[in-house]
């Protein structure tokens, strides 16, 4: 009993998770160096006896060498592993797997310098990482990769080996059929002197940095990777001196195009100039997109974004959304976010970040059938939210753009608008907001979103209200609105008007730009957490000049 006892004092975290039926767990913060140091350098037995657990994070612990025994028979749920920061290495006894769940495994800034069998991953045979795509071993000493990466982990889509000691990639890696879904490859700041023709058989490859690496030739092959849209060979000394002078400045595009035809030798002179008038022509027509408020998915090399999570237990003023359990039947799931930091007045700055949003809504969210994004002014709403349904005769909103009006009325009206538009353009299809009626077909009530106020600010999928409409008018706003506060997430969401000075950050005088997203808790009537966003195992997979600091 007494050893017992002695064991909930030094790990009560994992006592508090027992106790609630946690599926996230996070190990961090002071105490846990000496605690991890007692039992071992690996972390506590019990913590393989929480089999619920989704995410598992320990992170900044300089006496974890190890996991430890257990962890794979014990968690057979987890969906992500993050052991960043810490000083596991030079292997990993025993290895991690198999989890047969693992979708996301952070192994980033340990000390690991070799994985071999039986001290690894997980076994290739069978697969011991079955459904995990994306792993991130950046930040080691690492001298080689396991030969039997692509079998362990066959659904791998980003692998991020930046920084370690690297010479040459497994040529298993790039067998045929190998990484069929890979996706993202990322190894910068190693030592590689050479990279395989076989690297087209990467049939997904979008995305390929290999920047201060000791390459001298990029092979031609490459340009055969079908979907490969952007490369970075930047800090490499290539023997073609026009080939290295074309990665330092031109857009992927034309070094691709200059690959395929076999270098400087295998060009003409006409067709080299040919290749940089089409290139000069790409970039005029880019700037003019921009200039015009459409190029919102050309980002800059020099355009880097730094996220900044602030987590619920950090933040003095954390935004709650409670859920009534008669959405269950509507739409009934809700996250959202507090985003500081957002400066929409500069040029076309609105208009790109409004054609986002409509993008999302078109793909992502399947024409608002999935899910239905809401912006809205941080300071014209007051917390905390109800997520509740009520019947359309009983619900009422001041819509964007127009009067206040019962949800009943206001769908009558859309669907009289619809006809109408029908009969004008002599054809069955409509646009706006009249493209989703047909989502509340058959619903005896109406999902909505309503402030502490007793206002309701959104109706989805239909509108939001006319309360949280400053952010659609920046444009006209005056340079003391510089630095609007603004709220995103999907389905339906706002924010309370509480404001930290100290959260606003701005571009540095290294051209990256800084957002602080806050978490959102989003809990039942009762007070039971259903959901934080975003959580640890959110912002996982994101575009190379993207940043996230937890």
């Given amino acids: ?10 790990w009560p975290e994992l006592e508090l998770a027992e106790r609630e039926r946690r599926r996230e767990l996070l190990l961090t913060g002071p105490g846990l160096e000496e605690r991890v140091k007692a039992a071992g350098g690996r972390l506590p037995p019990r913590l393989f ?13 300089g006496s974890l060498r190890a996991p430890g025994p257990g962890l794979a028979q014990g968690l057979p749920q987890l969906h992500s592993l993050v052991l960043r920061r810490n000083a596991l290495g030079p292997g990993l006894s ?9 979708r996301v495994l952070d192994l980033s800034g340990n000390a690991l310098e070799t994985l071999p069998p039986g001290e690894g991953l997980g076994p290739a045979e069978p697969p011991g990482l079955p459904q995990l795509q994306s792993l991130n071993l950046s930040g080691n000493r690492l001298r080689e990769l396991p ?26 890696l790039f067998r045929p059929g190998a990484l069929p879904l890979l996706s993202e ?33 990029i092979p031609a092959e490459l340009a055969d990777c079908p979907k490969l849209k952007e490369i970075n060979f930047r800090g490499n000394r290539l023997r073609d001196k026009r080939l290295e002078k074309m990665v330092g400045g031109c857009q992927t595009k034309s070094i691709l195009e200059y690959l395929r035809a ?10 080299q100039e040919g290749a940089e008038k089409e290139d000069r022509k790409k970039r005029r027509e880019r700037k003019q997109r921009r200039e015009s408020g459409e190029g919102e998915e050309e980002v800059a090399d020099s355009a880097r974004l730094m996220l900044k999570v602030l987590h ?5 003023t954390p935004l709650t959304v409670r859920v009534s359990p008669e959405v269950r039947d509507v739409r009934p799931y809700i996250v959202g976010a507090v985003v500081r930091g957002m400066d929409l007045q500069p040029g076309n700055a609105l208009r790109r970040f409004l054609n986002s949003q409509t993008k999302l809504h078109d793909d992502l969210c399947e024409k608002r059938t999935a899910a239905t994004i809401a912006t809205h002014d941080l300071q014209a709403v007051r917390g905390p939210l109800l997520y509740a349904a009520r019947p359309p005769e009983d619900l009422k909103i001041v819509p964007l753009g127009r009067r206040e009006a019962k949800a009943k009325e206001l769908v009558r009206q859309l669907q009289l608008e619809a006809e109408e538009q029908r009969k004008q353009k002599k054809r069955q299809s409509v646009s706006g907001l009249h493209r989703y009626l047909h ?13 502490a106020e007793g206002d309701v600010i959104s109706f989805p999928p239909i509108t939001n209200s006319e309360k949280t409409k400053r952010m659609a008018e920046l444009s006209k706003s005056t340079s003391e609105n510089k630095e609007e506060d603004m709220l995103s997430g999907t389905e339906a969401d706002a924010s309370s008007g509480l404001s930290d000075p100290n959260l606003n950050p701005s571009s540095g005088n290294d051209g990256q730009c800084s957002l602080v997203v806050e978490q959102v808790r989003v809990v039942d009537l009762e007070g039971s957490l259903k959901v934080v966003y975003p959580s640890k195992a959110d912002l996982i997979t994101l575009p190379p000049h993207v940043t996230v600091v937890r």
């Fill in 439 to 451: 989502l509340l077909d058959g619903k005896e009530n109406y999902p909505c979103l309503v402030d």
């Fill in 1 to 10: 009993m007494a050893v017992a006892m002695a064991v909930s004092e030094a």
């Fill in 185 to 217: 490859l990322a190894a910068a700041d190693n030592c590689l002197r050479e990279l395989s023709p076989d690297i087209a058989h990467l049939a997904s490859l979008k995305t390929l940095d290999l920047s201060n690496n000791q390459l001298t030739e």
């Fill in 94 to 102: 025993p290895e991690l797997g198999p989890l047969p769940a693992l």
């Fill in 262 to 271: 076999g270098g400087r030798g295998g060009r003409s002179k006409g067709r």
């Fill in 312 to 316: 619920v237990s950090e933040n003095p």
């Fill in 49 to 61: 006896t929480l089999p619920l657990l989704h995410y598992l994070e320990v992170s900044g612990c």
């Fill in 147 to 172: 030969a039997d990466l692509a079998r362990c982990a066959p659904r791998l889509q980003s692998l991020n080996l930046t920084g370690n000691c690297l010479d040459a990639f497994p040529p298993e």
